[in-house]
């Protein structure tokens, strides 16, 4: 079965730090750009970060340049973001996806986790 599992989300103080994993299976992530993705309540989804398929390249929201990191593990199937010097405007459900590289359309998507910053 094809799918991509969120997990490590949670409550946090502002000022905090979190890590997000995404583990895929069915498939392999090497040939895939990842990102993570958000959306809180009442708000457009918006793209966080994203990663090429080598890890050579990364984009950022001008949001969370400096706080947030992505990385991956290709050979582990997985993505990670970490999270630092939260903000409770950070509190949204997190998603990751898998693009395709020629086409650049979302292939894969996670069913989310919850991130929320709040003292």
């Known amino acids: 079965q094809v799918q991509l599992v969120e997990s490590g989300g949670g409550l946090v103080q502002p000022g905090g730090s979190l890590r997000l994993s995404c583990a895929a299976s069915?498939?392999?992530?090497?040939?895939?750009?990842m990102s993570w993705n958000r959306q809180a309540p009442g708000k457009e989804r918006e793209l966080v970060a994203a990663?090429?398929?080598?890890?050579?390249?990364?984009n950022y929201a001008d949001s969370v340049k400096g706080r947030f990191t992505i990385s991956r593990d290709n050979a582990k199937r997985t993505v990670y973001l970490q999270m630092n010097s939260l903000k409770p405007e950070d509190t949204a459900v997190y998603y990751c996806?898998?693009?395709?590289?020629?086409?650049?359309?979302?292939?894969?998507w996670g069913q989310g986790t919850q991130v929320t910053v709040s003292s």
């Open positions: 996806v898998a693009t395709t590289i020629v086409s650049k359309s979302p292939r894969y």
């Open positions: 069915g498939f392999s992530i090497s040939t895939y750009a």
């Open positions: 990663i090429s398929t080598s890890g050579g390249s990364t």
